[in-house]
C-alpha cells in the first residue's frame, strides 16, 4: 500500500532518528524530505505546507513531555500531525441492527466489488447479510453482484427494471436480516438524474449508513467528489484501490479536509481485503512502524475462521498443526501487507513473491504426505521423503527443507509450553525499539 510514499517517507524518518543532534537544520531537513515525498504520493500542496509550518513550530518551540528525548520528541509531534492530516476515522457500529446500507460511486471506483467485500465483513461479525442489485443500466452489473452474493455465501435480490420495485421488494424478502445493502447505479458524473435517483432510494430505503466509494488512483479530486455527494448525505466514504496506486495519500487527505470521514480502505483485489481505516495505524504504516493492532485482528479473525485454538496448538503440535498455521498465513492476505503491518518497511517484491511461492510448494507437499506422516513426522524416512518430493512435484531438499522448519517451529513450541521464550524471539517481540511515539499505537 503506498510503496513509493512510504519509504520516502520511512527514509526521511531513519534520517532524522539516526543523528546525534535533532536540532532546527535537522528538523529543516526532514520537512525538505517530507514535503517531496507527501507532494510526490499527490497530497494537495496547500495541506502540505501547512503541515510543514506546524511541524516546525511544535518540534522547534512546544515544550517536550518530561522523560522525552528531544529526538522522541520530534518523532512525536511528526506522527501526530500525520495523524491529524488523515482525518479522525469513524466508529462503524456493529451493535445496531438492523443495518441497512446504500453504497453509491460514479464508474469504475470498484463499487459492487466493494459490495461484496462488505457483505463478507458483515457476514464475519456473526450477521445475516442480503445484497440488493439497483443498478439497472451497467450490463451484467446485477449479475456480477449475484455472484459476489453467492461467492461470498449471502442473500441476493434484483428482479426487474424499476429500482422502486427492487428496493420495495427486497425489504418485504428480507425483514430479518441483520444487514442489507444496495448496490445503486453509477455514472461518468454526479448530474441531476444520479441524484435524484439516489434521493428516492435513500427516501424507501431509510438507510443507516450511505457510504460513498472511491477509487484510490483519483488522487485529490477525492475530496471533490466527496463535497458533491455530499448532498445526498454521506456517513462516510470507502477508498478502494489502496493497493495498486501512490495517489492513496491524496484520496485520504482530501476527504479528510472536505470533511467526510473515510469508514473503511479496499487493501486487494480478494473478497477478503477490506479493512476499518485506522488513522493511527495507517500513519505508523507509512513510517515503517508497523500497524500490530490490525495484524492481530485479521489473525484472530482467520484463526477462528478456521477453528484454531492457540491451546491445542501449542499442547500437540505436529504437522498437522503446522499445515493449519501456513493455510492461515496464506489467508491473511498479500504477504507484503502482512510485512507492512509488522513495520518491515520496503520489502523486496522478488523476495516477497519468492516467499508467497514457497508457501504455496510447502502446502503442495504436506497434501502429499499421509496422515500418519503428518501426526507422526519422525516416521518420514528417506525413502517417504522421495515419495512426498514425487507427489507433489517437489525437489527432496524442499521436503527436507520444510521438516527443517517444521523443528524449529516445534522447539518453539516447547519453550511455549516449559514458559520459557528464546532470546532472540523476545527481541522480536519488543522489537518496536521506542519508535512508536507517546501517544500513538
Known amino acids: ?72 520528541h520530534v518523532l512525536r509531534v511528526i506522527y501526530e500531525e500525520l495523524v491529524g492530516i488523515v482525518g479522525k476515522g469513524a466508529p462503524f457500529d456493529t451493535a445496531k441492527r438492523p443495518i441497512r446500507i446504500m453504497l453509491c460511486g460514479l464508474f469504475a471506483a470498484g463499487k459492487t466489488t466493494t459490495t461484496g467485500k462488505l457483505a463478507l465483513w458483515l457476514k464475519k461479525r456473526g450477521m445475516r447479510v442480503a445484497l440488493v442489485g439497483a443498478d439497472i443500466y451497467r450490463p451484467a452489473a446485477q449479475e456480477q453482484l449475484r455472484q459476489l452474493a453467492a461467492q461470498t455465501g449471502v442473500d441476493y435480490h434484483s428482479e426487474g427494471k424499476d429500482i422502486k420495485g427492487i428496493v420495495a421488494e427486497a425489504l418485504e424478502k428480507f425483514p430479518r436480516h441483520d444487514a442489507i445493502i444496495v448496490d445503486t447505479a453509477g455514472r461518468n458524473a454526479l448530474d441531476e438524474d444520479m441524484l435524484k435517483e439516489l434521493l428516492t432510494v435513500k427516501s424507501l430505503f431509510k438507510p443507516t449508513d450511505s457510504f460513498l466509494v472511491i477509487g484510490a488512483d483519483i488522487g485529490q479530486a477525492a475530496g471533490k467528489q466527496a463535497e458533491q455527494f455530499a448532498r445526498v ?53 507509512l513510517l515503517g512502524w508497523g500497524d500490530i493492532s490490525a495484524l492481530l485482528r485479521k489473525a484472530d479473525e482467520i484463526a477462528k475462521e478456521q477453528s484454531i485454538n492457540p ?94 522448519h517444521y523443528k524449529q517451529a516445534e522447539k518453539m513450541m516447547r519453550f511455549v509450553k516449559k514458559g520459557r521464550v528464546p532470546r532472540d524471539l523476545a527481541k522480536r517481540l519488543s522489537g518496536v525499539g521506542g519508535k512508536i511515539p507517546v501517544g500513538g499505537l
Open 1 to 72: 500500500m503506498l510503496e513509493g510514499l512510504a519509504e520516502k517517507l520511512q527514509n526521511a524518518m531513519k534520517k532524522l532518528a539516526g543523528k546525534d543532534v535533532v536540532d532546527r537544520a535537522a528538523v529543516e531537513e526532514f520537512v525538505r524530505e517530507m514535503q517531496r515525498a507527501l507532494i510526490a504520493g499527490d497530497v494537495g500542496v496547500d495541506l502540505v505546507f501547512s503541515l510543514s509550518e506546524r511541524i516546525r513550530k511544535k518540534a522547534l518551540e512546544e515544550k517536550q513531555l518530561i522523560g522525552l528525548s528531544l529526538r522522541d
Open 233 to 285: 448525505g454521506l456517513s462516510g466514504v470507502i477508498v478502494t484501490k489502496m493497493e495498486g496506486t501512490a495517489k492513496g495519500g491524496g484520496a485520504i487527505t482530501s476527504c479528510a479536509a472536505a470533511g467526510v470521514p473515510v469508514i473503511f480502505v479496499g487493501l486487494g483485489e480478494k473478497m477478503g481485503d477490506l479493512d476499518l481505516f485506522e488513522p493511527k495505524g495507517f500513519v505508523s504504516r
Open 311 to 404: 491451546e491445542d496448538i501449542i499442547s500437540s503440535f505436529n504437522l498437522n498443526t503446522f499445515y493449519k498455521q501456513l493455510e492461515a498465513a496464506r489467508s491473511m492476505g498479500p504477504l507484503k501487507n502482512v510485512l507492512q503491518m509488522l513495520g518491515a518497511g520496503s520489502v523486496p517484491d522478488e523476495m516477497i513473491v519468492k516467499s508467497e511461492e514457497k508457501l504455496t510448494r510447502y502446502k503442495h507437499i504436506l497434501d502429499s504426505m499421509t496422515r500418519k506422516e503428518r501426526l507422526n513426522p519422525e516416521i518420514i524416512s528417506p525413502s517417504r521423503m522421495a515419495r512426498i518430493a514425487r507427489g507433489s512435484g517437489a525437489k527432496e531438499s524442499e521436503v527436507r527443507e520444510l521438516l527443517q
